[in-house]
Structure formats: C-alpha cells, structure tokens
C-alpha cells in the first residue's frame, strides 16, 4: 500500500476570521480527488489555525519579490518540519506545507509588476498561496508535486476551462476545470511513483 500525502496548511493570521471548514471547502475538498485519482494514495489535508501554531501563522509574507518571500517561509518552518518528520507519521518527501494567506505576496506598482498569488518549491516541501484565486492553492501544492505551467492547458466541453496549473492573463474570461491537465497529471505521477 502506498503512503499517504500529508498537505499542511498554515492559515495565516489575516485569515483567522475564517472558518476552517469553510477554507477547506472552497480550496481543498474538490482537489482532495482529483490528487487521490492521480497518485493512487490517501490525501490528508491538517488544517493549521493561528492559535495551534502562531509563529508561522503570523510570518510576514507580502514581498515585492515572491521568492524572497518563499525563502524566509522556508527557513521560518525548517525546524518545525523536521520535528514533523522525524516522529516517523509523516513521510519527508510527501509532506508539503503551505501558507495560505487572504493577501497575494505583492501586489500591482503602476501595471509594471504582476500580482505573485502565490509562490512554491518546484517538487520541495514549501509553498504560499492566496485565496484571491480559488485555483491558487491548488496550483501551488501542483508545483510541490510536479507539476508545471508549460504543461497545463485550456480544456473545452461547450465552453474553455483552464486547467489548474495554466497562468496566463487571459484566465479571467475562462472557466475553472478543477483539474490538472493530463500532462500535468502524468508529470505529478511521476514524481510521486518514486516514493513508497
């Protein structure tokens, strides 16, 4: 039997008027299929209040420069994910943790700078997302386990749905597919194949 993915969510503090349940149902529970469908395994999402870990619920994440940003993320949870790690519960190379934040990273100056939604490791363990795009998170957490923009694709059933990984600036008249592109769905089986 394969092991299961373990996707930490951190809610950062300017979400802490949120509902757990209510993120979880508008971000995660129509992605918790379609990633079980691609990997074979159980997908368990923690979701992370600010009161159960405050430090990182309160990181300072708005950055002009969105790997910066992720930088200090990743070095803000080091510690916190090897403990998580080592307990032997989770298993390092399919536990991911992401922030996931009301605000984007940065944000417009004059139209010359494009909104950073959100930022990630390709195939690493560490990621920001917002919830200013309800495909955000998931594209993130696609990016932990694979999965790539040039990839994705615009897929047409009686009208144009981007598939999640797709992140061009035309994406606002089209519909949400809900799903990884089948290349991107191959992309991310394979990556995961190489674990037990």
Known sequence: MKKPISIMIVIHKDLQNHQKA???ADYFSWLKPELESISGRDVRFYMLHHDEVPKLAEYNFRNEDASASL???RDLIQDWYISLTQTGEYESNLTKVLLLTRNNINATAGGLIAVT???AEIKGH???????SVRAPAHEIGHMLGATHEDSEVIYDGWWHDSIMLSDSFSGVRGNAYRYSDKNRENIREHLNKFA
């Open 126 to 132: 560490c990621a920001i997302a917002a919830i200013t």
């Open 22 to 24: 209510a993120l979880y």
């Open 117 to 119: 939604l959100g930022y």
């Open 71 to 73: 930088d200090g993320w």
